[in-house]
């Protein structure tokens, strides 16, 4: 059962490539389980993030879904705005919308990627809140052009959704801080780096900070550690270092990396207290210990990464961050 005294949000994370007929059972098995939050993604070339979210809210009852993140370039935001308010009309309170750049090679691969992608965020993110409180816009910024555009008072939602920004660069977070109801900080995310994001975003109100983590637990630390370490391969390559740079061994990862072949050879050679720090990865207390310091970092919102051939049966393990 959940712990009582437990103040912390947990959530997971629905994998991209999870086979389409074990989604909805991986979502309720979420809910039974007491997670707080399932959390689908919207990665080029896997599954749309509104239609997972929209499938996910109504095969459950009360656990609230995350969307991370939808990138700006991909919709209209006045179109993003009927999906969005249909969503929380239908499920009111349980969803929360992410908006980002979008990895930049991706939106530049199908034409998306703006000159000035801080601006486009800006705009879209200040619109799309309009919007869904039910405002006429007239307006022609740089990207976004609205010429009267207002939601009918028959499709506003009563509760408007938290709308968060999927942001990673310095100048990114201090905009999340700006326009944003709370960042989200993809994986990995150490205590060190959640504090230096929220240096940077420096909101002036309340501000949620999400944070997404490669999560694996066992009552054997090595057998965790070991599961976890292939969820790192990426965190060697130059898009990552904003999440490594606060690290002590940051310039240790980064001449590791460069001395290997592949990201293979990385993650295998990484020593097990990189992983250790780089994952929500041990025991159960352990894990409960890594999620604790988080929040005292300054995390609102911990969402879990399942790792292994079966996520879905790796979710009874992870639930034991939520037991006393």
């Known amino acids: 059962m959940r712990s009582p005294a437990a103040d912390r949000t947990v959530g997971v994370l629905l994998p991209r490539d999870l086979p389409a007929d074990r989604v909805l059972p991986y979502a309720r098995r979420a809910e039974e389980l007491g997670f707080d939050a399932v959390w689908v993604v ?77 601006t486009f965020l800006r705009e879209y993110v200040d619109a799309l809140r309009a919007l869904l409180r039910g405002e006429l816009l007239q307006l022609r910024g740089k990207y976004v052009h609205l010429d009267g555009v207002q939601l009918d008072r028959s499709a506003l939602p009563d509760v408007v959704p938290d709308i968060l920004a999927g942001v990673r660069g310095p100048k990114s977070l201090a905009l999340a801080g700006e326009v944003a109801d709370g960042t989200v900080l993809a994986e990995p995310v150490a205590p060190e780096y959640a504090r230096a994001a929220l240096g940077h975003i420096a909101a002036e109100g309340p501000h949620r900070l999400v944070a997404y983590n490669i999560a694996s637990v066992d009552a054997d630390p090595a057998a965790a550690l070991a599961a976890a370490r292939p969820g790192l391969e990426w965190i060697g390559e130059p898009d990552w270092h904003a999440h490594i740079a606060p690290l002590p061994f940051a310039d240790e990862l980064v001449a590791l990396r460069a001395g290997c072949a592949s990201r293979e050879e990385f993650v295998t050679r990484m020593p097990d207290g990189w992983v250790a720090r780089l994952a929500v990865a041990g025991t159960p207390a352990e894990a409960r210990a890594r999620l604790d310091g988080l929040r005292t970092a300054g995390v609102t919102d911990t969402v879990l990464a399942p790792v292994g051939p079966d996520p879905l049966g790796a979710l009874d393990s992870l639930a034991a961050v939520l037991d006393v």
């Open 42 to 118: 919207e990665d080029l070339g896997f599954h749309g993030g509104i239609a997972q979210a929209a499938a996910v809210l109504a095969s459950t009852d009360r656990i609230r879904v995350g969307i991370g993140l939808l990138p700006a370039g991909a919709r209209n935001v006045a179109f993003a705005a009927l999906e969005i308010a249909s969503l929380a009309q239908l499920f009111p309170g349980r969803i929360d919308v992410t908006v980002g750049h979008g990895m930049p090679h991706w939106m530049r691969s199908v034409g998306q990627w703006p000159r000035s992608p801080l």
